[in-house]
């Protein structure tokens, strides 16, 4: 897996395709989502996404996912997560997983830009890589989750952990297997649709980039504070290295 960096705008920008060049990944082999976060990146460390490998001038604080989720209401058309551990321990709090203003930026360039589009919604995460039977899509609904995917949580915790506001914009594809008028969901469709979903995420994306603010100052950028539960002085020198990235802040 690689990611792309650029220039937009005057600032610095990561693309990541989250299932590798030409989608070879499966949803579970992507190393719990940890690849998503560090391992793309030249020397493989989380610094990369936060500070560019320090050579940004300031660090990154805001990822956009755009996965591709099956929709499980009927008024809608078709078209290992954690780096803390090895001596150091911490529980995010993770009641709200994705930041409300990040959230609203995508939502309200989307309505500019004349798409439909849902401010809000429960993602339920599935195991992968085999689509829902009927029974699991029917409770899903049941339970009044809005779309389901294979790879949102994971990014998502890793995110908080690591400090990074986040905001999903799910792209529909399919309605999963619960509506029988519909064909069971299939990777044929799924691509189809994602193929079609591909160019406009690329036009949200690309115009919201201007309006996220380039010194942020949201709760997600303070997530470790009541976080952290072992002593520093504790902590293990390896695994401080390994997560200097995230606890540098802490010195």
Request: net charge neutral; with cysteine.
């Amino acid at each position: 897996m690689r990611s792309w960096a650029a220039k937009f705008d005057g600032r610095q920008v990561y693309f990541l395709p989250r299932h590798g060049r030409g989608h070879r990944l499966l949803p579970h082999r992507i190393e719990s989502s940890r690849q998503h976060l560090c391992a793309p990146f030249p020397r493989g460390a989380l610094d990369h996404l936060r500070d560019g490998g320090r050579q940004l001038a300031g660090k990154i604080r805001a990822a956009r996912c755009a996965p591709a989720v099956a929709i499980l209401r009927p008024d809608e058309p078709a078209g290992g997560a954690h780096f803390f551990g090895g001596g150091i321990a911490a529980h995010i709090t993770f009641a709200e997983p994705i930041c409300a203003p990040l959230r609203d930026l995508l939502a309200e360039v989307a309505a500019s830009l004349g798409l439909r589009v849902h401010n809000g919604g429960t993602y339920v995460n599935m195991d992968g890589p085999a689509f829902s039977t009927r029974a699991e899509s029917e409770l899903n609904r049941r339970h009044g989750f809005d779309v389901i995917g294979m790879t949102n949580l994971p990014e998502a915790k890793l995110a908080r952990e690591a400090e990074i506001a986040l905001a999903t914009m799910a792209m529909i594809t399919d309605y999963d297997c619960w509506k029988t008028e519909e064909e069971p969901v299939s990777a044929q469709t799924v691509i189809e649709h994602l193929l079609a979903n591909a160019e406009t995420a690329k036009k949200v994306l690309c115009d919201g980039n201007p309006a996220i603010p380039r010194v942020a100052d949201w709760p997600e950028h303070r997530a470790l504070d009541s976080a952290l539960i072992t002593d520093k002085k504790l902590w293990p020198t390896a695994t401080a290295g390994k997560l200097r990235a995230i606890l540098e802040r802490f010195d």
